[in-house]
């Protein structure tokens, strides 16, 4: 027992490590959420259990850390839409989770624990909070977006913010109990503006500072540190203010959360550090500040623990499926809001820390041991019934989820995009555009290809090819995406590409538009026109003139009779998968018959999409839009192939008009599906496999129309 605790700093961490890494494997051999095993863990290395480990200040900063990297991800992972739809829901939820704990057990404290008037009020504080400590198993699920787990962080945050400024006011009466009422109404005021201050500050800069950053830096590295400067910068400005940090970091979140699409890289680094490392040590933590034995010592405070946690988790529990019912949620969906809302960790902890240095009298403070004492194993309680509950609602709205009649979906889709690279300063948007339209769900691949022509310099091309691909893979793999990578010799670089998608099973093509050279001043470049001439498959060209998760719109010009085309439904879904993952709108501009359908596919599909639709009449009104696309939107023109049921003489315009009207603008163009799904695509002599771009009838009409005006 001489080598205990372990004071180490190095022996520290790697018991932590051990720790982190053992107790999944054990609790899920015991079907226990992990979260209980990180917390019990602390309970027995601490120095309450076995007295292993000392509780030093590499488990304050990281306990501050994962708590606040909870709350952060909390953030960014909400769906906004949904909190703009149902804003009354969140705040009646966020007052009765607040307020009905908070009176329970401010009664309860009073009458039947025999405590002060501030000692029940501030009791009652504690348990109208709560901390998101189960967060982390509907991540694990997928679930982050459900409607029930949008609630519960966003009452969280209100009822959060509700006890804090209760509790400031609390202090600010012990603080100023001499002070005259002018002095005590100044801080107050003083308090509220602070508040607004930072709000209004946070609101202004961030984003202003986020769309800086992320245009001028791709730097893995360099984004992520960025990202984590955000979150502390607003968690130290709110402890300056009187809040709490972890208010600070949700806040932020909020705020970057459309800058950092959910399928990104970015995303991954930032859940994969806070899940690793951060949160599981916040969690070792809290355990190894509970007294387990203080349950022992006297039926008092069994007592006490017992009344502090049934008051505090009933009025959690009234308050969920209270709400619940008024919302007509499902019953799945209510216990995933009491599981959510019911835990208490850090932010009790801090709270009773005040009471306890809040002198009532000479040498006596408002929260003495024994009320310390029994917070802290409420906490253990609470944090049990949580993840328990967690974990039970997860795996019933999943189950609910798979059982409900799928939606009918007009068109099956099946996927596998093929990513054509070349040039390494756009292959990696390319691959993000990829990843923002590909089917998360079901975890698509993708396949990356590069085309190199057969002639003298090809092995040294097809090195850089080999290299691009790999650092493309790195890419992938940091967005935790499948994909596959070929590097092609081929004599002619459009056939090429033809026989790697009929050879991968591809559904569609995703390639950078051609960069002009005096070789070639066309606008489709060397291959392209022959390319989707000969595939009547989706192939999407685009042109980026800045980062993806900076674009705030996409504008979608969509030509009539477009719905009759077979494609229409796979061009439809990616771009709102596309709008979906960057939480930017999206506009469709046509005819009102096409408006009609898109409407309908979006709203039952895709119902959190904010999507916006403007008639147009005729597809000559196409250089009218140039006005509004800005340089944070994205211009999506929906074209067709000759001889489908779609084109129109006037796409024969489309390159000048692009050219002239929409120079210097984020660009994609679209050749969706055509001639049906299974066609077989061989080569015949009845189809050409060439057309050029413009024909001689077109030559010799601009002849004559120079004529003219002469």
Request: proline share 4%; aromatic share 10%; charged share 15%.
């Amino acid at each position: 027992m001489t080598y205990f605790p372990i004071t180490n700093p190095t022996l520290i961490f790697f018991v932590v490590l051990c720790i982190i890494l053992f107790a999944p494997i054990i609790m899920g051999k015991l079907r226990i959420p992990h979260i209980i095993g990180m917390v019990l863990a602390g309970v027995i290395v601490g120095k309450y259990g076995l007295n292993i480990l000392e509780r030093d200040n590499s488990f304050e900063l990281f306990g501050r850390v994962g708590l606040c990297y909870i709350m952060f991800l909390a953030g960014l992972e909400m769906d906004m839409e949904g909190v703009k739809r149902h804003s009354r829901r969140f705040l009646i939820f966020g007052m009765l989770t607040c307020f009905v704990p908070l009176i329970l057990t401010y009664f309860m404290a009073m009458w039947l624990l025999d405590y002060s008037s501030t000692a029940s009020f501030l009791l009652g504080c504690i348990m109208a909070s709560n901390t998101l400590i189960a967060y982390p198993i509907v991540t694990r699920y997928g679930l982050q977006r459900n409607s029930s787990v949008s609630l519960s962080v966003g009452s969280s945050m209100i009822s959060l913010f509700m006890a804090l400024v209760m509790l400031a006011g609390l202090a600010a009466s012990y603080n100023n109990q001499q002070s005259t009422f002018g002095a005590q109404l100044l801080f107050w005021l003083l308090f509220v503006v602070k508040i607004a201050l930072f709000c209004a500050g946070s609101f202004f800069l961030i984003p202003r500072l986020a769309r800086y950053f992320l245009r001028r830096y791709s730097d893995a590295v360099m984004q992520f540190i960025f990202v984590l400067s955000v979150m502390f910068l607003s968690s130290a400005l709110t402890e300056a203010i009187g809040l709490e940090a972890i208010f600070g970091a949700f806040f932020s979140g909020l705020i970057l959360n459309r800058y950092i699409p959910h399928v990104s890289p970015l995303m991954n680094r930032i859940e994969f550090i806070g899940n690793a490392l951060f949160i599981p040590y916040f969690l070792i933590g809290v355990g190894m500040l509970i007294n387990v034995r203080t349950l022992f010592q006297g039926t008092q405070m069994l007592w006490i623990v017992i009344l502090i946690a049934f008051f505090g988790t009933f009025g959690k529990a009234l308050a969920a499926y209270i709400s619940s019912l008024l919302f007509r949620l499902q019953k799945a969906e209510g216990h995933m809001m009491f599981g959510l809302t019911s835990a208490h960790a850090a932010g009790a902890i801090a709270m009773v820390m005040v009471g306890m240095r809040l002198e009532v009298a000479p040498g006596q403070y408002l929260v003495n041991n024994e009320m310390l004492n029994g917070v802290i194993i409420m906490i253990l309680v609470t944090c049990i019934i949580s993840t328990l509950m967690t974990e039970h609602a997860a795996q019933e709205i999943t189950l609910n989820d798979r059982q409900s009649p799928i939606p009918h979906h007009p068109s099956p889709i099946t996927e596998k995009i093929l990513l054509c690279v070349k040039y390494p300063d756009i292959a990696p948007q390319l691959l993000e555009l990829a990843v923002m339209m590909r089917d998360s769900r079901h975890n698509s691949e993708l396949v990356a290809l590069n085309v190199v022509y057969d002639d003298k310099l090809s092995t040294s091309h097809r090195e850089q090819g080999l290299q691009l691909l790999e650092r493309l893979q790195q890419q992938a793999s940091a967005a935790d995406v499948r994909m596959q990578t070929q590097v092609r010799l081929a004599t002619n670089i459009a056939n090429g590409i033809k026989h790697a998608f009929r050879e991968t099973g591809a559904s569609d093509i995703i390639m950078g538009m051609h960069v002009h050279t005096d070789i070639n001043p066309k606008f489709w470049g060397e291959f392209i026109q022959s390319l989707y001439n000969g595939l009547n498959r989706q192939i999407v060209l685009t042109r980026f003139i800045q980062p993806l998760n900076t674009l705030r719109r996409i504008q979608v010009c969509v030509p009539s009779r477009a719905e009759f085309e077979p494609g229409f439904h796979r061009w439809l879904e990616r771009l709102c998968r596309m709008a979906g993952n960057l939480d930017c709108r999206i506009q469709f501009h046509g005819r009102q018959e096409s408006l009609v359908l898109i409407r309908e596919y979006v709203n039952n599909i895709h119902p959190s999409v904010r999507a916006e639709y403007s008639p147009m009449s005729h597809w000559n009104g196409l250089p009218s839009l140039a006005e509004n696309i800005r340089a944070d939107h994205m211009f999506v023109v929906v074209t067709a192939r000759k001889g489908t049921i779609s084109y129109k003489n006037a796409m024969d315009r489309l390159p000048n008009e692009l050219m002239q009207h929409f120079s210097g603008k984020n660009l994609m163009i679209i050749f969706p599906d055509q001639y049906g799904e299974t066609k077989d695509e061989s080569m015949t002599f009845t189809e050409a496999q060439h057309r050029e771009e413009s024909s001689i009838y077109d030559w010799l009409l601009e002849k004559l129309n120079k004529r003219l005006k002469l």
